[in-house]
């Protein structure tokens, strides 16, 4: 079956499907569908040790849905500590409520669902419960808030009402935008390197758990990933060399669910595996249209790769693989609240404005069949502002795939957003460029 077509419907689609695992000698696969799963459609099979659910048409939703604004937290919160600069954590509570982090101030804000403004967490210095610059926040199935503090090695615990209970002790060195999680059973997750000693590039990553009641119960390092994307070295004249990867090329890409599975998958097709905790696999499929790469798009990230290798090397030219005139069908991937799978897909991508479009010199970027983009340059700026549209596949952690959320361009993924459900609180900036934090709605 050719990933990239998208299958014939109904009973075409069902007598194709069965008929590529038959050849495969994968053994008998179940076609899903029915009217729980709206024109949803799909096949499940067992191959070896993974079980394989692989959409290929429709979805369970219908039709792709948008993130709808309900609600907006204040700017100026009653606290009198300072507005919001710069959101670095959001997480939820058990009531339906938002923590709030603001990297450039020492206290965490908890807002209800309409927006209102209802404490923080918040202790004067030199009193216990102080912390300086946190940068992570999870809310226990209690209530209890968990605030990572890594500047002063530290995790603080909170009682609902506000009020300081206890000092975890924290890994020293660690300033991971990774959020602060709790899986279901309260069982805590924060970033650490275990060889911070060593040089960086022989770092050892991955996570402390820590039982709900502070003790380190294990470490647990990040996934191997057997996949190297295709990189493009530059030599310095004092023998140090840097790597850029390839734009537009497969990457690597997982992470950790709170439900416990590690959800992995390589972009060069459309697969995500899900790892759960007693060692089976669950891989999703999906047929997909790769987006294009136009030619205009190419040159500029073409030509940033040579402007910043040519700082490393003068002499340097781009001897590599090209960058491709398809993208890869998905660009990053994380997991909710709810064990839901959100994978963001790669777009067909635009300039921005026509006035950044004008800006800066214009001049010949060369062949870049030659050197890298696949087609000879038209005259571009040097830098160029391609955006993509922010589009999200999401699927249940048991492969059902619910259908595609389109988001709007305000939102930013980082901090991540908090999702339960179908209730999306995110960072979000506004035309003047002022941060804020919105909670929206999937319809």
């Avoid at 060593?198 to 990553?205: A, F, G, V």
Wanted: charged content about 25%; glycine content about 8%; proline content about 9%.
């Amino acid at each position: 079956m050719d990933r990239t077509n998208r299958p014939a419907r109904s009973a075409a689609t069902q007598l194709l499907a069965t008929a590529w695992l038959g050849a495969a000698g994968l053994g008998a696969a179940t076609l899903l569908a029915g009217c729980s799963r709206s024109d949803w459609e799909a096949v499940r099979y067992e191959s070896g040790d993974t079980t394989v659910v692989r959409t290929v048409d429709g979805s369970v939703w219908g039709k792709p849905r948008a993130l709808v604004e309900r609600a907006r937290i204040d700017a100026e919160p009653a606290d009198s500590l300072g507005r919001l600069r710069a959101v670095t954590s959001l997480a939820l509570g058990p009531n339906g409520e938002v923590y709030v982090v603001d990297g450039t101030l020492p206290a965490v804000r908890a807002y209800d669902r309409k927006g209102r403004y209802v404490r923080s967490f918040v202790a004067p210095l030199g009193q216990p419960g102080h912390y300086s610059q946190p940068n992570g926040v999870t809310v226990l199935s209690d209530g209890r808030v968990v605030i990572r503090d890594p500047r002063n090695s530290q995790m603080l615990v909170y009682s609902p009402r506000g009020s300081f209970l206890e000092r975890w002790r924290h890994p020293p060195g660690v300033y991971s935008p990774i959020p602060l999680w709790a899986d279901e059973e309260d069982r805590i997750y924060t970033r650490v390197i275990y060889n911070p000693q060593d040089p960086r590039e022989e770092w050892d990553e991955g996570f402390v758990r820590y039982g709900p009641d502070g003790e380190v119960r294990d470490t647990i390092p990040d996934p191997e990933v057997a996949y190297v994307p295709p990189r493009l070295p530059a030599a310095s004249l004092r023998g140090d060399t840097a790597y850029f990867a390839v734009p537009l090329t497969p990457r690597a890409h997982w992470a950790r669910s709170p439900t416990g599975e590690i959800v992995r998958g390589i972009s060069d097709r459309y697969a995500i595996e899900l790892i759960r905790p007693d060692g089976s696999v669950l891989r999703i499929e999906k047929e997909y249209e790769p987006a294009p790469a136009s030619r205009e798009e190419r040159a500029t990230l073409y030509r940033e790769i040579d402007r910043q290798a040519k700082q490393i090397d003068y002499r340097w030219t781009w001897r590599g693989p090209v960058i491709p005139e398809e993208k890869p069908p998905f660009k990053w991937l994380f997991a909710d609240a709810g064990g839901r799978i959100w994978v963001q897909l790669h777009q067909e991508a635009t300039l921005r404005t026509e006035a950044e479009a004008a800006a800066g010199p214009e001049g010949e970027a060369g062949s870049l069949e030659e050197e890298g983009a696949g087609s000879e340059a038209p005259e571009l700026p040097d830098v160029g502002d391609w955006t993509e549209p922010t589009v999200f596949d999401v699927f249940e952690n048991d492969g059902s795939y619910l259908g595609q959320v389109r988001v709007p361009e305000n939102v930013r993924l980082l901090p991540l957003p908090a999702i339960r459900g179908n209730t999306v609180w995110a960072a979000v900036v506004d035309e003047a460029g002022e941060p804020g934090v919105v909670r929206f709605e999937i319809e």
